[in-house]
Each structure stands twice: as structure tokens, then as C-alpha cells.
């Protein structure tokens, strides 16, 4: 069995019901939200509150806040996705795989979804 023929084996097929895909996108939400929330925690000690805006939660940051921290608060969001593969890795490859192609899905639409609240925004 070659590599493609072994992972289109492990694919679930379109039959299942569609609450079993977005089950995918949980633990990517929390690590992209989780890392912004510790990061923001162990860096100055502040908490976010996140706020529902339309199909989105979203939060914003207190005013004391410096641009440095700004930033490392913003792009951990995405390093908490990536380095969250890990874990998945280390039980399957394949689980690994998939929720790597899912952060590297995730990152590359980002910019073109997230309008005003993104996290590249500073």
C-alpha cells in the first residue's frame, strides 16, 4: 500500500454526520485561543475576555498593554496551533498529519477572513 492509497484509508468518508468534522476545529480553537489567553496571562498578567462579533469570538486588549507584548500575544496563537500538532503526532501520525494540514489551512486563510480583528493587525 503506497502513502496516498494508506491515508485515504484512514480518511473518514462523507457520510458521516457533520458535527463529526467540526469536531476537528475544537481543539484547534483552543490552542489558537489558549495560547493568546496564557501568553497574555504569563506575560503581564492580565486575562482576556473574549466577546461574541458575529460568527466570531473575539477579544480585545487591555490598555496597558505595551506593542512588544502585543505582538507575541498576537502570534501565539498560531504557534500554540503548530506546536499543538505535536501532541496529536505523538498518538498518530495521521492525527498529527491532519491537524497540521488543518493549522497550515487555518494560517494561510486567515488574513482574508479575520478583516479588523486580526492577528497580524499590529
Same mark, same amino acid.
Given at each position: 500500500?503506497? %502513502?496516498?492509497?494508506?491515508?485515504?484509508?484512514?480518511?473518514?468518508?462523507?457520510? !458521516?454526520?457533520?458535527?463529526?468534522?467540526?469536531?476537528?476545529?475544537?481543539?484547534?480553537?483552543?490552542? !489558537?485561543?489558549?495560547? !493568546?489567553?496564557?501568553? /497574555?496571562?504569563? /506575560?503581564?498578567?492580565?486575562?482576556?475576555?473574549?466577546?461574541?462579533?458575529?460568527?466570531?469570538?473575539?477579544?480585545?486588549?487591555?490598555?496597558?498593554?505595551? /506593542?512588544?507584548?502585543?505582538?507575541?500575544?498576537?502570534?501565539?496563537?498560531?504557534?500554540?496551533?503548530?506546536?499543538?500538532?505535536?501532541?496529536?503526532?505523538? %498518538?498518530?501520525?495521521?492525527?498529527? %498529519?491532519?491537524?497540521?494540514?488543518?493549522?497550515?489551512?487555518?494560517?494561510?486563510?486567515?488574513?482574508?477572513?479575520?478583516?479588523?480583528?486580526?492577528?497580524?493587525?499590529?
Amino acid at each position: 500500500m503506497n %502513502f496516498l492509497e494508506k491515508i485515504k484509508s484512514h480518511l473518514p468518508t462523507l457520510t !458521516h454526520h457533520w458535527t463529526h468534522y467540526l469536531t476537528w476545529l475544537l481543539p484547534h480553537t483552543w490552542a !489558537h485561543e489558549g495560547s !493568546h489567553w496564557l501568553s /497574555l496571562y504569563f /506575560l503581564t498578567g492580565h486575562k482576556l475576555a473574549f466577546r461574541p462579533k458575529g460568527y466570531r469570538w473575539i477579544w480585545e486588549f487591555p490598555e496597558d498593554v505595551g /506593542l512588544t507584548h502585543r505582538r507575541l500575544v498576537n502570534y501565539a496563537g498560531f504557534a500554540g496551533e503548530f506546536l499543538f500538532s505535536g501532541i496529536f503526532f505523538a %498518538f498518530s501520525w495521521l492525527w498529527g %498529519f491532519a491537524y497540521l494540514l488543518g493549522a497550515c489551512a487555518h494560517f494561510l486563510a486567515y488574513p482574508h477572513y479575520a478583516g479588523g480583528c486580526s492577528d497580524f493587525r499590529e
